[in-house]
């Protein structure tokens, strides 16, 4: 948090004041609320039970995400291979 935020947030009436009403004002309740329920899948599937939340992005990435994108990859270069090569039907 920088200076100039504690700052503002440590003054009195400091959630009615003009900079937390424009920080507010795009906020997306729904985008807001998917973060936070992926949040919760990433930590249910980390097996953990400490409450950190902490490098639950790299964990995700590594055990879920990535292996999935790797098979994808190969899967497009594939693909690609056989249209190069005429191989492929044409999908109507």
């Known amino acids: 948090m920088t200076d100039d ?3 503002k947030l440590n003054t ?3 959630f009615d ?3 937390l009403k424009e920080q507010l004002q795009n906020w997306d309740v729904v985008s807001e609320q998917k973060k936070a329920d992926f949040m919760e899948h990433m930590y249910k599937c980390s097996d953990r039970t400490n409450g950190l ?3 639950l992005w790299q964990d995700f990435c590594i055990r879920e995400a990535g292996p999935i994108m790797r098979d994808r990859y190969f899967e497009m270069m594939e693909a690609v291979r056989l ?3 005429g191989l492929l039907e044409p999908i109507s």
């Open 83 to 85: 249209y190069e090569e």
């Open 12 to 14: 009195a009436g400091a």
């Open 17 to 19: 004041t003009p900079w």
């Open 53 to 55: 939340y902490t490098g």
């Open 5 to 7: 935020l504690a700052t």
